[in-house]
């Protein structure tokens, strides 16, 4: 498929913050209006990248003089009950201490950007604490997992199914691996909102003019209406195959699911998988007990995380190097109440508004799926967003966190590639370009002769399963020996040669409280290192067993293969 752009070039990589930094600042302590600006006036203060926190019931006064020297990112914890408390302009307010996760992450603080701010009122300095806490504790999960919301329990259901899923890591590419032939191709990222019924028709043009990226709940309404994607993307660590049950994969390129995804999406209908690595030590891990498949060229793909499956379709796509990039679907709101596109799984939920309007909740999964999705039935703070036209649309706050999320990006990556919104009835997102999906396949080149499964097939040729299962098998019986060694009472050890052991210590660490660090931290951190290392241990034996048995298997069948092709018999 040929490049839209002769200019183009190459994979884009989002600057910081987006990068994960190796390892965060501790948070600096809460500073006076006076210290803050001495700061910036002095150069020591990074007025685009670094963060000040306001919490207090009135942010105007001190906002305004912040903005006034230059500070970009403000985020402000409104402790007043007003329902019209609206923050001043280039502040970001969020109301309780369960939404500040997403701000942070929309925001992009999740590397090494120094945070700094002060209570509005002498009242509210433990609640100032308390936040800043919160937002350490994100930037430590975020080190761990590679995203916000991945605290110590999520961490062992990844690595769980990391070590479930090494047999079909070792059999399938990486997202790295087809990049190349991607670079400067056009790439529409389908999502399951409601606008997406308008544009399936236009899609079902597309082929071969454009690489169709599907998000998994939008595929089973794209094949409905006769439209078969080039690639299905899976990036959840709950079990999302419900997503595609039923649907006939056959004809799409393959499916992209995460190293960690839940076991049951490597066995799906889809004849060809992809792997794709996110960021952090957890996935890293992985790519390494499979031969190092990251420094080989064809592994991980670190890619910074918006928290939700849009995020990284689109972080996919700027490191494959496509361009434009275009996408539908992709409401960020709740036109009407409705959630998502009709006929998809969950086309049911609706977002009920609260009596009094200031909050909705999603309701009429059905079916379990809420414990299908590993989520409860929750609440949330309703707010209203520009819609794609110009006019006000409901959403929620975590809805508006997503869209902050990708202006930030397309903030970041202008100039060097080209974003269109072509989610005609969905939310406004500045910094792309907004246009029908109609118009923008009028800009795009003639049909090329582009087989998303022939490429697939082309790096899956290139792979050796053999290999790979012993190098990982070979890695697993000598992590096994070191995590016995800190088993040992004598063991006071606090940090592992083992880097992952390392990360999941640290991690634990991070979600203590301040005060508690420095008494006794190197005796807690030597106790961390052998609890991880008791419970890793037998979970490795079990990987490198499910590996042998694999191993088996494929010789048996090579055997048979030889035997047949003869026509002898081995015994």
């Not at 992209?256 to 060809?272: E, G, K, M, Q, Y």
């Not at 246009?435 to 022939?454: C, D, T, V």
């Amino acid at each position: 498929m040929q490049s839209s752009d002769p200019q183009h070039k190459g994979p884009v990589t989002i600057p910081p913050p987006l990068a994960l930094a190796a390892a965060a600042r501790p948070l600096d302590g809460s500073i006076g209006d006076a210290q803050l600006a001495d700061a910036i006036r002095r150069g020591s203060w990074d007025v685009e990248r670094d963060l000040v926190v306001l919490v207090g019931s009135s942010p105007a006064q001190a906002a305004g003089g912040l903005r006034r020297l230059g500070q970009q990112r403000i985020l402000w914890f409104r402790t007043g009950d007003e329902v019209e408390a609206d923050p001043p302009a280039g502040v970001l307010r969020v109301d309780h201490l369960d939404e500040v996760e997403a701000a942070v992450r929309a925001l992009g603080v999740l590397g090494d950007e120094r945070i700094g701010g002060r209570a509005l009122e002498a009242a509210q300095a433990p609640l100032y604490d308390q936040v800043t806490a919160r937002i350490e504790r994100t930037r430590g999960e975020r080190a761990l997992c590679g995203e916000p919301g991945c605290g110590i329990a999520v961490a062992r259901v990844r690595l769980e199914q990391g070590l479930a899923n090494l047999p079909a890591l070792c059999l399938w590419p990486g997202a790295e691996a087809i990049g190349g032939v991607l670079s400067g191709a056009p790439l529409i990222i389908v999502a399951p909102g409601p606008s997406l019924a308008h544009n399936i028709d236009v899609l079902r043009g597309l082929r071969g003019r454009a690489i169709v990226l599907a998000l998994s709940h939008a595929v089973v309404p794209l094949l409905a209406a006769g439209v078969t994607p080039d690639f299905v993307l899976a990036a959840d660590g709950h079990d999302v195959s419900y997503h595609l049950a039923g649907a006939d994969l056959s004809g799409i390129g393959a499916l992209i699911a995460t190293a960690t995804a839940h076991p049951h999406l490597f066995r799906s209908s889809a004849p060809r998988k992809v792997v794709l690595s996110e960021p952090g030590p957890i996935d890293a891990w992985l790519a390494e007990l499979v031969g190092g498949a990251a420094a080989a060229g064809d592994g991980a793909v670190l890619l910074p995380s918006g928290g939700s499956v849009a995020h990284v379709a689109l972080a996919l796509a700027l490191r494959w190097g496509c361009d434009p990039i275009g996408f539908v679907g992709l409401d960020l709101a709740c036109p009407g109440g409705r959630v998502y596109v009709e006929h998809c799984p969950d086309g049911e939920v609706r977002a009920a508004p609260s009596a009094d309007g200031r909050s909705v909740t999603l309701e009429g999964w059905g079916d379990g799926g809420t414990a299908r999705r590993g989520r409860e039935l929750a609440s949330e703070r309703q707010v209203e967003v520009p819609g794609w036209d110009g006019n006000p649309l409901g959403s929620t706050f975590h809805l508006s966190m997503a869209q902050r999320w990708f202006e930030e990006t397309a903030r970041r990556v202008a100039g060097a590639v080209r974003l269109y919104n072509c989610s005609e009835g969905g939310a406004y997102i500045g910094g792309m370009r907004h246009i029908r999906l109609a118009g923008l396949a009028s800009r795009l080149p003639p049909p090329a002769a582009f087989q998303a499964s022939a490429v697939v097939a082309r790096a899956i040729a290139q792979i050796e399963p053999r290999v790979r299962r012993r190098a990982a098998r070979e890695r697993l019986i000598e992590l096994a020996l070191e995590l016995r060694r800190h088993q040992s009472p004598l063991a006071r050890e606090t940090v592992s040669p083992v880097p992952l052991l390392s990360a999941l210590v640290d991690a634990e660490m991070a979600g203590e409280p301040r005060g508690a660090r420095g008494i006794g931290e190197v005796a807690r951190r030597s106790a961390a290192l052998r609890r991880w290392a008791a419970w890793l241990e037998p979970r490795a034996v079990e990987a490198e067993r499910a590996l042998a048995r694999q191993d088996r298997t494929s010789e048996t069948m090579r055997i048979r293969v030889i035997t047949s092709s003869v026509g002898g018999d081995p015994t």
